[in-house]
Protein backbone atom coordinates (compact mmCIF):
# COMPACT_ATOMS: atom_id res chain seq x y z
CA UNK A 1 0.00 0.00 0.00
CA UNK A 2 1.73 3.11 -0.88
CA UNK A 3 -0.41 5.22 1.54
CA UNK A 4 1.38 3.56 4.29
CA UNK A 5 5.12 4.60 3.60
CA UNK A 6 5.61 7.58 5.15
CA UNK A 7 7.61 10.54 3.13
CA UNK A 8 10.69 12.13 4.85
CA UNK A 9 9.39 16.47 5.24
CA UNK A 10 12.80 17.35 6.65
CA UNK A 11 16.23 17.79 4.96
CA UNK A 12 18.34 15.12 5.69
CA UNK A 13 21.00 16.92 7.59
CA UNK A 14 24.32 17.19 5.31
CA UNK A 15 27.89 16.25 7.11
CA UNK A 16 29.13 19.86 6.62
CA UNK A 17 27.19 23.08 8.15
CA UNK A 18 25.80 25.04 5.42
CA UNK A 19 27.98 27.72 4.49
CA UNK A 20 26.62 31.14 4.79
CA UNK A 21 26.95 33.70 1.65
CA UNK A 22 28.22 37.33 1.98
CA UNK A 23 31.48 38.76 3.17
CA UNK A 24 33.07 38.96 6.60
CA UNK A 25 32.65 42.04 7.40
CA UNK A 26 35.60 42.28 10.33
CA UNK A 27 38.08 40.94 7.70
CA UNK A 28 37.89 43.20 5.01
CA UNK A 29 40.83 45.62 6.18
CA UNK A 30 42.75 42.10 6.11
CA UNK A 31 45.31 42.07 3.66
CA UNK A 32 46.07 38.22 3.80
CA UNK A 33 44.19 35.33 4.81
CA UNK A 34 44.88 31.21 5.20
CA UNK A 35 42.46 28.81 4.97
CA UNK A 36 43.23 25.76 7.73
CA UNK A 37 46.50 23.49 8.00
CA UNK A 38 44.65 20.05 8.58
CA UNK A 39 47.84 17.48 9.51
CA UNK A 40 48.74 14.92 7.25
CA UNK A 41 49.91 12.18 9.39
CA UNK A 42 52.02 9.39 8.40
CA UNK A 43 50.25 6.56 8.13
CA UNK A 44 47.22 7.94 8.35
CA UNK A 45 44.97 6.20 5.07
CA UNK A 46 44.97 7.80 1.82
CA UNK A 47 41.45 8.88 1.52
CA UNK A 48 41.53 10.80 4.90
CA UNK A 49 44.90 12.69 3.93
CA UNK A 50 43.14 13.64 0.68
CA UNK A 51 40.20 14.92 2.24
CA UNK A 52 42.43 16.98 4.55
CA UNK A 53 44.34 18.77 1.20
CA UNK A 54 40.56 18.70 -0.07
CA UNK A 55 38.96 20.63 3.25
CA UNK A 56 41.91 23.38 2.99
CA UNK A 57 41.60 24.20 -0.49
CA UNK A 58 37.65 24.29 -0.44
CA UNK A 59 37.45 26.51 2.68
CA UNK A 60 40.68 28.67 0.92
CA UNK A 61 38.21 29.03 -2.49
CA UNK A 62 35.31 29.74 -0.13
CA UNK A 63 36.83 32.57 1.49
CA UNK A 64 38.48 33.94 -1.89
CA UNK A 65 34.69 34.58 -3.26
CA UNK A 66 34.33 35.74 -0.04
CA UNK A 67 36.29 38.83 -1.21
CA UNK A 68 39.54 37.69 1.31
CA UNK A 69 42.72 37.65 -0.46
CA UNK A 70 43.89 33.91 0.51
CA UNK A 71 47.14 32.55 0.51
CA UNK A 72 47.47 28.86 -0.36
CA UNK A 73 48.24 26.67 2.89
CA UNK A 74 50.69 23.62 1.67
CA UNK A 75 50.96 20.48 3.89
CA UNK A 76 52.44 16.98 2.91
CA UNK A 77 52.69 14.13 5.10
CA UNK A 78 55.27 11.73 3.78
CA UNK A 79 56.20 11.13 0.39
CA UNK A 80 53.23 9.47 -0.68
CA UNK A 81 51.09 12.44 -0.03
CA UNK A 82 53.29 14.11 -2.98
CA UNK A 83 50.84 13.32 -5.77
CA UNK A 84 47.99 15.35 -4.40
CA UNK A 85 49.45 17.82 -2.03
CA UNK A 86 50.14 20.08 -4.79
CA UNK A 87 46.80 20.27 -6.28
CA UNK A 88 45.09 23.21 -7.16
CA UNK A 89 47.87 25.62 -6.45
CA UNK A 90 49.11 27.93 -9.28
CA UNK A 91 52.79 27.88 -9.91
CA UNK A 92 54.64 31.15 -9.53
CA UNK A 93 52.48 31.93 -6.03
CA UNK A 94 52.77 32.91 -2.72
CA UNK A 95 52.17 30.18 -0.63
CA UNK A 96 52.55 29.27 3.47
CA UNK A 97 53.41 26.05 5.18
CA UNK A 98 54.04 25.39 8.74
CA UNK A 99 57.25 23.77 10.36
CA UNK A 100 55.52 23.60 13.42
CA UNK A 101 55.48 20.04 14.86
CA UNK A 102 57.26 18.73 11.80
CA UNK A 103 60.89 19.45 12.64
CA UNK A 104 61.03 18.30 16.11
CA UNK A 105 63.50 14.93 15.28
CA UNK A 106 65.76 14.17 12.83
CA UNK A 107 63.00 11.90 10.79
CA UNK A 108 60.63 14.82 11.32
CA UNK A 109 63.38 16.93 9.50
CA UNK A 110 64.23 14.49 6.35
CA UNK A 111 60.76 14.24 5.65
CA UNK A 112 59.78 17.99 5.35
CA UNK A 113 62.66 18.58 3.32
CA UNK A 114 61.97 16.00 1.22
CA UNK A 115 58.55 17.58 0.95
CA UNK A 116 59.55 21.42 0.80
CA UNK A 117 62.02 20.00 -2.09
CA UNK A 118 59.04 18.59 -3.93
CA UNK A 119 56.91 21.36 -3.16
CA UNK A 120 59.86 23.98 -4.77
CA UNK A 121 60.31 21.84 -7.85
CA UNK A 122 56.87 21.39 -8.68
CA UNK A 123 55.31 24.63 -7.66
CA UNK A 124 58.34 27.26 -7.56
CA UNK A 125 56.54 29.95 -5.32
CA UNK A 126 57.54 33.21 -5.48
CA UNK A 127 57.24 33.63 -1.73
CA UNK A 128 57.18 31.58 0.97
CA UNK A 129 55.25 32.20 4.49
CA UNK A 130 56.54 29.76 6.91
CA UNK A 131 54.94 29.70 10.15
CA UNK A 132 57.55 28.29 12.62
CA UNK A 133 61.09 28.59 12.71
CA UNK A 134 63.50 27.88 9.47
CA UNK A 135 66.27 26.07 10.09
CA UNK A 136 69.05 26.51 7.36
CA UNK A 137 70.04 23.09 7.40
CA UNK A 138 66.50 22.43 5.51
CA UNK A 139 65.45 25.67 4.31
CA UNK A 140 69.36 26.95 3.38
CA UNK A 141 69.45 25.85 -0.06
CA UNK A 142 66.27 27.26 -1.24
CA UNK A 143 66.72 30.92 0.37
CA UNK A 144 67.47 31.76 -2.82
CA UNK A 145 64.86 30.28 -5.04
CA UNK A 146 61.92 32.14 -3.28
CA UNK A 147 61.45 35.17 -0.85
CA UNK A 148 60.86 33.57 2.59
CA UNK A 149 59.12 35.38 5.13
CA UNK A 150 58.93 33.33 8.85
CA UNK A 151 56.74 34.61 11.43
CA UNK A 152 56.97 32.85 15.14
CA UNK A 153 54.28 30.59 15.16
CA UNK A 154 51.08 31.30 18.03
CA UNK A 155 52.28 28.26 19.89
CA UNK A 156 55.86 29.66 20.34
CA UNK A 157 54.08 33.06 21.01
CA UNK A 158 51.60 31.73 23.90
CA UNK A 159 54.41 30.13 25.78
CA UNK A 160 56.46 33.28 25.81
CA UNK A 161 53.56 35.08 26.69
CA UNK A 162 53.02 32.91 29.74
CA UNK A 163 56.50 32.58 31.06
CA UNK A 164 56.76 36.12 30.72
CA UNK A 165 59.20 36.76 27.75
CA UNK A 166 57.07 39.23 26.04
Not at 42 to 52: E, F
Not at 79 to 104: N, P, Q
Not at 133 to 142: H, I, L
Amino acid sequence: MLSSISTRTTPVSAPWPQIPTGTFPSCESSTESSPPDFSLYWGAPKPVLQGNVYRSRIIGHYLQRSGLPVVTNIRWGDEGTFDFCFLGVARHSMVAISTVGCISSRKEKTVFALGLEAMMSELEPARVIVNGPMPAEVFGRYWDAAEFHTYTSWTRRMKERSHGNR
